[in-house]
């Protein structure tokens, strides 16, 4: 058993025309006991940015904690909020500090970037537990269900897709990803986020 | 024990004196008024930084002389005052620089890295067995947030940011004639412009594209903001700050 499988939990982000779309199971369990339906690994940056945080449960609490102080020091120092690309770089060096004992987490994160002339640009990415960035253009997957999320989302996902669509192809993906994985799965938590709001709906799935 | 010029509270630059000044730092300050004049004018598309390349003798190679330094593709900086102090504060504006972007992927906006350098320095009034730096620095830098911005840093650390502002021997006449001269839309080319006459009203000697050094904020476009934060076949960041080659501060001149 690797120690990234001990609390299970999966999760995907996608790129739409205008918005990105990031979800999550809702599991955490002790290899086989399920212990709670209940458990948030997706959580915000900014007003648009979003990073979702699968592997190991303690580590999930400490990087969150982590990226939140460093964030804040960043916010106040520039007086500014942080751009999704810097975050993402922020998160690659802040695993990389941790290259020869790392964190078991292999975040995701989804956001809406602003573009020179005053727009907004979809962004997603994604970095492995020693802070290799991945800045896909359709989506990224991470967590005990990831090769069932590439899979699903290979198949279902289409280049710009809006707010809505976005939703029921991310919800499909998710779902019928973690339940052909045990350790996912309990719940899901869909976020839609465009330039104006952010939509978040937590989905009925199986609870087996 | 409190006189004109510190007494007893002149040696140690951790002791107030009775007036509420850390003498050393008048004396540092001093020290900067005595370099040659250095000047910084914000333009509405860009700023221009120069300052004069006073060699004590002919036989000096003028040419390896550095007074305006890159930091980073965006943000530049000027002195007077030591050169030496100046050069190790280059030396720690460029790690900082270099610091920040191994973090975030890209490089300070100037106020974040004008901070740092005035940190640098504010230590060095603070700490034991340390002097104050000799300089007064000009940081002139773009970023995408604040557009361009010129700050002036002192000795004692404090900074506060510029339109236009003149540093060194001549700085009183200097920014005299900066602020009759001074509007809020004026162009770079005006800026380059006013700046070399500044700089002529207190000059000692010839000046000549080999006495004096130019360096330029020229901010970009929006073709080139939307074409992306790096460009070429290396990839590297698009610069916005350089220096004027002779060649090029010889054209200036001669108009």
Redesign the interface.
């Known amino acids: 058993m690797s120690i990234m499988e001990l609390n299970g939990g999966s999760v995907i982000a996608m790129v739409g025309k205008d918005c990105v779309a990031i979800a999550s199971d809702l599991r955490l369990g002790n290899q086989a006991l399920g212990i709670s339906s209940n458990y948030q690994r997706i959580f915000p940056v900014t007003d648009r940015v979003y990073v979702g945080l699968p592997g190991l449960a303690t580590d999930v609490t400490t990087l969150r904690e982590r990226f939140r102080y460093r964030v804040n020091m960043y916010t106040i120092?520039?007086e500014?909020e942080i751009e999704p690309?810097?975050f993402?770089?922020?998160v690659?060096?802040t695993l990389y500090e941790h290259r020869f004992g790392p964190y078991f987490i292999e975040p995701v994160m989804a956001g809406l970037s602003k573009?020179?002339?005053g727009g907004y640009k979809p962004f997603i990415a994604a970095t492995d537990l020693i802070g290799c960035l991945n800045f896909a253009k359709d989506f990224v997957v991470a967590g005990t269900a990831s090769a069932k999320l590439f899979g699903v989302a290979e198949g279902l996902w289409e280049p710009d897709l809006e707010a809505e669509d976005l939703f029921e192809t991310i919800s499909q993906t998710l779902l019928n990803a973690v339940d052909r994985d045990a350790y996912s799965g309990w719940g899901a938590i869909v976020h839609v986020i465009t330039k104006d709001k952010i939509i978040t709906r937590t989905l009925k799935a199986r609870m087996d | 024990m409190a006189n004109a010029d510190g007494g007893a509270y002149s040696y140690s630059l951790t002791v107030f004196s009775p007036s509420g000044k850390l003498v050393q730092i008048e004396h540092a300050l001093a020290a900067v008024s005595q370099g040659t004049t250095s000047l910084g004018i914000k333009a509405s598309n860009g700023i221009v930084i120069a300052t004069e390349k006073k060699s004590s003798s002919i036989l000096i190679d003028d040419s390896m002389i550095e007074k305006v330094a890159v930091i980073c593709p965006n943000i530049g900086v000027v002195y007077s005052g030591m050169g030496p102090d100046f050069r190790v504060l280059i030396a720690r504006a460029r790690k900082s620089a270099q610091a920040y972007w191994?973090?975030?992927?890209?490089y300070p906006?100037t106020?974040?890295l004008t901070?740092e350098i005035a940190t640098v320095m504010q230590q060095a009034t603070q700490s034991g067995g340390v002097r104050p730096f000799g300089v007064s620095l000009l940081v002139a830098g773009w970023d995408?947030?604040r557009g361009p911005s010129l700050y002036q840093v002192d000795p004692s650390g404090s900074f506060w940011a510029w339109k236009a502002s003149a540093i060194g021997k001549n700085m009183v006449n200097a920014k005299t004639f900066l602020e009759k001269r001074y509007n809020d839309d004026i162009s770079l080319e005006d800026a380059i412009h006013t700046a070399l006459l500044t700089l002529k009203e207190g000059f000692e000697g010839q000046m000549t594209e080999k006495t004096i050094e130019i360096g330029v904020i020229t901010v970009p476009t929006?073709e080139e903001?939307?074409a992306g934060k790096v460009g070429g076949e290396t990839g590297r960041p698009r610069p916005t700050f350089r220096k004027l080659s002779e060649e090029e501060v010889r054209d200036y001149l001669a108009l």
Do not use: D, F
Request: zero cysteines; proline letters at 7%; charged letters at 30%.
């Open positions: 120092k520039e500014r690309e810097t993402a770089h922020l690659s060096s573009t020179p002339s | 191994k973090v975030y992927g890209e906006p106020k974040v901070q995408i947030n929006l903001l939307e």
